[in-house]
């Protein structure tokens, strides 16, 4: 196992486009074993940029996993609204169970404090312990339950200091 002290949260730029799209493809079993499927308009590299440039022009602060140039994962801080964001994030599946995500989440604590926020929140799929541990580790309290397309999910907070 790699050690996680030499990850980034690198914002998410146009040029990220054909590296994203690869690890996207790589990887899009694997998420959709938790999430949704995307478009199929998602999975061509130029819808991607698309996709990439009207996410950059809203509030929302994406960020890419990195070691080096390798991209491991995606860190969202979306609807940014009276100082709270909602955090979400993937990790590729050869990076599971490595403390990739802890790892991104800590220095989301960060960023997002950077940005003037003053808490995060975040939702979890009652059937994905390792996310919950993430949130746990990194000082999210559970505040809720709901259900989300179809899925029942946690509801976690975290307020920053």
């Given at each position: ?11 998410l ?5 054909p ?24 999975w ?20 890419l ?60 799929a ?9 949130l ?10 709901i ?15």
């Amino acid at each position: 196992m790699r050690p996680v002290a030499d990850l980034s949260l690198a914002p998410l730029s146009e040029e990220d486009a054909p590296a994203l799209f690869a690890f996207e493809v790589e990887n899009r079993a694997w998420f959709e074993t938790w999430v949704g499927p995307r478009p199929h308009t998602y999975w061509e590299v130029t819808s991607l940029a698309q996709v990439i440039r009207a996410q950059l022009v809203g509030d929302d602060a994406m960020f890419l996993i990195r070691r080096g140039d390798e991209i491991l994962g995606r860190l969202n801080l979306t609807a940014r609204e009276g100082g709270v964001a909602q955090l979400g994030y993937r990790v590729g599946e050869r990076h599971v169970g490595q403390g990739v995500a802890s790892a991104a989440v800590a220095q989301a604590l960060e960023c997002a404090r950077k940005l003037g926020l003053w808490a995060l929140e975040a939702r979890v799929a009652n059937d994905n312990p390792a996310s919950r541990g993430v949130l746990e580790k990194n000082g999210f309290l559970e505040t809720g339950q709901i259900e989300f397309a179809g899925h029942q999910m946690t509801l976690f907070r975290r307020d920053l200091d």
